[in-house]
């Protein structure tokens, strides 16, 4: 296969892998994990700002995130707070192979935000991309949790004006997804020559 043919297969073939449907206690190794991180970090950015910062979460991590998360959502979710919610935040890490907090440190002297959160999602794309690349191994980027509450950013040293983008789950799968379907591209496509 050459690389044309890799990567459209690799696009075209990523998919959400949801914690209920990873392999428990399998972890990855965390070489994999750092391979995601660096090709994350060669994502395009304006400026050279290089926007993203991530902060990793395994093994007993895994439990303190749960923790941490759980007792920051209770404390500032405020009319949002659900009961069932608070106690699946105390689960859902725990059935992970690694969590990575997903941030976008500001430059808001050089940059608008939009241009740094664009930089910081390609950036997570990268990390999908290569999962992907792995046999066997899957994730999901989630906006849920604690993801909106500004309390959250100091644990994961993120400062008021930066920007809490999501978590990033991942694990072996033990439930592959579904394959992914799309309208054609021409629907979404105006083409002026």
């Known amino acids: 296969m050459n690389k044309s043919e890799l990567i459209n297969e690799l696009i075209r073939t990523r998919r959400s892998v949801f914690t209920q449907q990873f392999e428990p206690g399998k972890v990855i190794p965390d070489a994999i994990i750092w391979q995601a991180l660096e090709n994350a970090?060669?994502?395009?950015?304006?400026?050279?700002?290089?926007?993203?910062?991530?902060?990793?979460?395994?093994?007993?991590?895994?439990?303190?995130?749960?923790?941490?998360?759980?007792?920051?959502?209770?404390?500032?979710?405020?009319?949002?707070?659900?009961?069932?919610?608070?106690?699946?935040?105390?689960?859902?890490?725990?059935?992970?192979?690694?969590?990575?907090?997903?941030?976008?440190?500001?430059?808001?002297?050089?940059?608008?935000?939009?241009?740094?959160?664009?930089?910081?999602?390609?950036?997570?794309?990268?990390?999908?991309?290569?999962?992907?690349?792995?046999?066997g191994l899957g994730g999901y980027w989630s906006t849920g949790g604690i993801t909106f509450i500004e309390e959250a950013k100091p644990l994961f040293g993120l400062e008021p004006d930066d920007i809490l983008m999501g978590f990033f789950y991942l694990g072996y799968v033990k439930v592959p997804s579904v394959s992914g379907k799309r309208k054609p591209v021409q629907e979404k496509v105006t083409w002026i020559g």
Request: hydrophobic share 35%; with cysteine.
């Open 41 to 135: 970090n060669w994502a395009p950015n304006h400026k050279f700002t290089e926007p993203w910062r991530f902060t990793v979460f395994t093994g007993n991590g895994l439990q303190k995130l749960a923790e941490q998360q759980a007792e920051i959502y209770k404390n500032f979710a405020g009319p949002k707070y659900k009961q069932n919610k608070y106690e699946q935040m105390l689960v859902t890490p725990q059935q992970c192979s690694h969590v990575i907090a997903i941030g976008c440190k500001r430059h808001a002297d050089q940059l608008p935000e939009m241009e740094e959160v664009a930089a910081v999602a390609c950036a997570v794309q990268n990390i999908y991309l290569t999962i992907s690349a792995y046999e």
